[in-house]
C-alpha cells in the first residue's frame, strides 16, 4: 500500500469529520470539485452537509469559521494557495489569534496552506508564510515533511483549542509516500531528529528536510555525519531539542524556503546564540530562498530555493571553520 501525503491529508479530514460530529471543511471548490488539488476528493458524498463550498472570499471563509468555533465546531478551512491567506490576514491574526485573550473563549479552527513553490508556480503561488503567521501571539503553526506527520499532525490539529495554521507542501503531495498510516506520532511542539550526525546540526522543516536529508547523505560519502532536526512545528518550536542536538556537533545551519529577511531560521539561530552560544564551534549559517519574487521558469525557481547542492556547499563552509 502506498499512501501519497496527500492521502494522509484526506484521511485525517475523513478521520476527523467521522469522530467528532463539530467538524466541517469549507473552502473553494473543495465540495463536488474535491479542492485545487483533490484534498477533499469524495469526502461530500460521504459527509453530506458537512464538506461545503465558500464563496471566492477568504476573508469571508475566516470569519465564518471564527464564528463558527465560536459557537462550538470545529471548522477546517482549506485556502487554495498560502498566498492567498494574505486577504484574511487581519481575521486570522487580529480576530482569532486574540479572541481567547480578549474574552476567555476558545477558538478551535485549522486552516490549511498549501505552501512552497514548484516548477511554474510563481510569485502568487509558491510562498511560505509560516514565519509570518508565527509572530503573532494565539497561533499554532505546523510544518508536516512526512507522510506521517502530514496525517497525525492534522488530526491533532483538530483536537486543539487555538487557531492552527496547517501549512503543507504542495510539492510533497504527490512525491512523498509512505507503506501506511500511523496509529500515533509525536506531539505538537515537539522536534525530530531525522538523522543523527555528529559534525554539525542542519535544522529545517517542510519540504527542505528532503533536501538537507539529501545534503546529509553525499556528506557522508566523506565521512562528515551531518544531522538533520526536522522542527515539524515553527510555533511552538522545540528548542530542547535543537540545543541538544547543537551540544552534539557544535555547528549549526538553518535551511528554510521562506525568504531570508527575519523569521524561522532567524528566530532558531536567536535562540541558540542566546541560551547555547558556549555550544558553538562555528558562527551559526542560515539558508533561505533569494530575497527577490519567486520566479516561474523552472530553471530559476530551482536556483532560488535552497537545494541539495547549496546546502551541501553551505555545510563545507560550516565545516571548514
Known sequence: MNVTYLDAIREAQAKALARDDRVFLYGQDIAAFGGAFKATKRLAEEFPGRVLDSPISEDAMVGLAIGAAIDGMRPIIEMQFADFSSIAFNQIVNQAGTHFYRTGVPVPFVIRLPSGGNKGSG????????????????????????????????????????????????????HLKADKLPAEGL???????????????????????????????????????????????AKPIDTDTILASVARTGRI?????????????????????????????????????????????????????????????????????
Open 123 to 174: 510569485p502568487f503561488h509558491s510562498q511560505s508564510l509560516e514565519s509570518l503567521y508565527a509572530h503573532f501571539p494565539g497561533l499554532v503553526v505546523l510544518m508536516p515533511a512526512t507522510v506521517e506527520d502530514a496525517y497525525t499532525m492534522l488530526l491533532d490539529a483538530v483536537e486543539l483549542d487555538d487557531p492552527v495554521i496547517f501549512c503543507e507542501h504542495k510539492l510533497l503531495y504527490y
Open 253 to 321: 545551519l538553518c535551511v528554510a524556503e521562506s525568504f531570508p529577511w527575519g523569521g524561522l531560521n532567524a528566530e532558531v539561530i536567536a535562540r541558540v546564540v542566546g541560551e547555547g552560544f558556549h555550544l558553538l564551534d562555528a558562527p551559526p549559517l542560515r539558508l533561505n530562498s533569494r530575497d527577490t519574487p519567486i520566479p516561474y521558469h523552472p530553471n530559476l525557481w530551482a536556483a532560488h530555493r535552497p537545494t541539495a547542492a547549496s546546502i551541501t556547499t553551505a555545510l563545507r563552509k560550516l565545516l571548514g571553520f
Open 187 to 233: 506531539p505538537i511542539g515537539k522536534a525530530r531528529i531525522a538523522r543523527a550526525g555528529t559534525h554539525a546540526t542542519v535544522v529545517t522543516a517542510g519540504a527542505m528536510l528532503h533536501e538537507a536529508l539529501k545534503a546529509a547523505n553525499q556528506l557522508a560519502e566523506e565521512a562528515w555525519e551531518i544531522e538533520v532536526v526536522d522542527l515539524r512545528s
